[in-house]
Nanobody, 123 residues
């Protein structure tokens, strides 16, 4: 069983910073993480990709947040990913979700979503 969990959301003033964390874990299973992604969703709108880290291609950040957000991973297995968000703006307010592409011997390769963490940018 693979779990993906985010943390680090909260309320921040415009211009401030937050760092989100996401960890992929397996209960009793060895896992290999190929892709870790951050999405965000505003109520009533579609979920949009914010940043992606792939084992083969490295890090990539989407245009709306490029220069302000950075994605990075920790550990040789890339099971932990961070989203450093600087110079936050009210339009960055959203629920941020982590998605991981994980391979295990028992389940093969699948995508798993976390439950999301709310980021609110407001004065």
């Amino acid at each position: 069983q693979v779990q993906v969990a985010e943390s680090g959301g909260g309320l921040v003033q415009p211009g401030g910073s937050l760092r989100l964390s996401c960890a992929a874990s397996g209960s009793g299973s060895r896992l290999w993480v190929n892709i870790m992604e951050w999405y965000r969703q505003v109520q009533g709108k579609e979920r949009e990709l914010v940043a992606r880290y792939t084992k083969t291609g490295g890090a990539a950040v989407q245009d709306p947040v490029r220069g302000r957000f950075t994605i990075s991973t920790e550990g040789a297995e890339n099971t932990v990913v961070y989203l450093q968000m600087n110079d936050l703006r009210p339009e960055d307010t959203a629920v941020y979700y982590c998605r991981a592409n994980v391979y295990t011997f028992s389940t093969g390769s699948n995508y798993y979503w976390g439950e999301g963490t709310l980021v609110t940018v407001s004065s």
